[in-house]
């Protein structure tokens, strides 16, 4: 199992306690069934106890009392459940589609089809990171170019003529920012992105999963209900970016995590976001079907009242939606 350096002292109690099960079981399987080894193994196995129970108390008081900047670490945490992770839980009948029909397939965006609930024909986009290397050079770091957003648009539209909810999964640290991405039309494709989803006649439903960063989290985010996971953050630019502009120091990024107010509870507080879903003790990669099953019950809440509204009230409610975010101060 990966980890962030939040997490090495859990890990080390894993390790202790990965040494204290190899020992019991050899004492279990020693020929030798005298007092002495019985005596061992009942001291073996009240240290796995008084361990298990160390173990809880580090790990609530760890996440008790989380950062920013943990956040962040968490948000991009390598074990991390992914959309496509997402949709294997929360989907059946996955058809996924390929291509924007202009130029080429951008793998830093699934898009495509499916049944939600069983019964609830949707339509899907994400960002979507790799595991490996490989993967994660085939998918960009889950950060698009003009083409993945033009395929999310084409499959969107599409779901907007057959009358299919949308669920968007948002986990990027950015649109792509190469000289290639800037030459095909990022910026357009990002501004087409957010307009035709606010005028999609359909209920849109967003849920930020772990990084959502900058334009290219936007461009995905334009919906009628926006849940964030609670280890999930979502700001206009990386801690790290922020740092290298503000105080041309990267080094620095602990401080603009605190100064960008990034965190979910805070997007709730601004009135950014929606929903805040608890994760599962450790977070969602500790156990990805519970925060499935979490995630599975807000969409269906959300959509059941969405769902009685006609096109005409969605798009005029997410327009409204969108115009009060943000606050200023004017001056004379």
């Not at 992770?85 to 996924?96: A, F, G, I, Q, T």
């Not at 033009?150 to 909810?165: C, I, N, S, Y």
């Not at 630019?237 to 620095?252: L, V």
């Amino acid at each position: 199992m990966r980890h962030i350096p939040l997490e090495q002292p859990l890990i080390d109690l894993l390790d202790t306690r990965a040494t204290l099960e190899e020992e019991l079981l050899a004492l279990q399987d020693a020929a030798a069934t005298g007092e002495d080894v019985l005596a061992r193994r009942q001291d073996v196995e009240a240290r796995l106890g008084a361990l298990g129970d160390e173990y809880t108390r580090l790990r609530d008081d760890l996440f008790s009392s989380l950062t920013p900047l943990d956040k962040v670490q968490l948000a991009r945490h390598p074990d991390r459940p992914y959309a496509l992770d997402y949709v294997s839980y929360l989907v059946s009948d996955w058809c996924e589609l390929h291509g924007d029909r202009r130029f080429a397939d951008d793998g830093a965006i699934i898009a495509g089809f499916g049944v939600f609930g069983g019964q609830q024909p949707i339509a899907v986009a994400g960002h979507q990171k790799g595991r490996n290397v490989a993967e994660r050079k085939a998918r960009n770091m889950g950060m698009p170019g003009p083409s993945g957003y033009r395929k999310a648009v084409r499959v969107m539209q599409l779901a907007g003529r057959l009358g299919h909810p949308v669920l968007t999964f948002i986990d990027t640290a950015g649109a792509a920012c190469t000289p290639e991405a800037e030459e095909l039309g990022i910026s357009e494709a990002l501004a087409t992105s957010q307009l035709e989803m606010a005028r999609l006649p359909v209920p849109v439903i967003a849920t930020v999963i772990g990084e959502g960063g900058s334009g290219g989290a936007i461009a995905l985010g334009v919906a009628d209900h926006i849940i964030m996971l609670d280890y999930s953050y979502y700001s206009v630019i990386s801690p790290e970016g922020c740092a290298s502009i503000i105080w041309r120091d990267a080094t620095r990024f602990g401080e603009a995590a605190e100064a960008l107010r990034l965190s979910a509870s805070d997007a709730l507080s601004f009135g950014f976001c929606d929903e805040v879903l608890s994760e599962p003790p450790g977070g969602a990669h500790h156990d990805p079907a519970a925060m499935a099953l979490r995630l599975e019950e807000a969409i269906g809440a959300a959509l059941q009242r969405l769902q009685a509204l006609t096109p005409a009230q969605l798009v005029e409610q997410r327009y409204e939606k969108f115009a009060r975010m943000g606050r200023f101060l004017e001056t004379a």
